[in-house]
């Protein structure tokens, strides 16, 4: 998935800044927006937040983690399962092209734990979590360093969908996650 990543290399980075806990309702992407390298982004476990969440660039190179608060309950070193669901936080794409997560041109370091990436009940999605457009003509401008880890990313069960993953990026690592229900007829 990556070329320069591998699991030991996306093991926990030591965060060092503030942490935020966004309660269920709030605006997720408005938290987003403030945090900088350092920062975590706590989302209530079994708390749903609706997409796109886009995810920008900024400065330096601290890492953002955004985990759900049951994340401690997901030991490293075993692949999670839809079994996990009441641990994880839920971001929610919707049908077609629309996401649950995107990243702006040069988005980076960030890094989703314990995270259920899925879509409003029938839809059928063209690309759940997109890292770059497939567009960019400049290689700054590509997603870079992002981490999908002990996350269970699927479709709807009956309608399923086109892709989960679109890796428009650079140095990703998807580590004991679980992908479902990308299928179609």
Not at 40 to 69: C, D, M, N, Q
Not at 106 to 112: E, L
Not at 137 to 162: M, N, Q
Request: hydrophobic share 40%; glycine share 16%; net charge neutral.
């Amino acid at each position: 998935l990556a070329s320069h990543t591998s699991a030991e290399d996306a093991g926990r980075v030591a965060q060092g800044g503030g942490s935020v806990t966004v309660a269920a309702g709030d605006n997720l992407q408005a938290v987003r927006e403030h945090a900088r390298g350092g920062d975590t982004i706590v989302l209530p476990a079994g708390a749903t937040f609706k997409g796109p969440l886009t995810v920008p660039r900024v400065p330096g190179e601290g890492w953002i983690e955004i985990r759900s608060a049951g994340a401690d309950g997901l030991p490293p070193g075993r692949r999670v399962s839809p079994g996990d669901a009441p641990k994880m936080a839920r971001i929610v794409g919707g049908d077609g092209a629309s996401p649950a997560i995107r990243t702006a041109p040069g988005a980076h370091h960030v890094r989703f734990v314990g995270i259920e990436f899925t879509v409003t009940p029938g839809a059928y999605n063209t690309g759940l979590i997109r890292l770059g457009s497939g567009d960019e003509t400049r290689v700054e401008d590509l997603p870079h360093h992002i981490i999908i880890d002990r996350c269970w990313v699927h479709g709807d069960a009956a309608r399923g969908g086109k892709r989960g993953l679109a890796l428009n990026a650079s140095h990703v690592a998807v580590i004991e996650s679980h992908f479902s229900d990308w299928k179609a007829q």
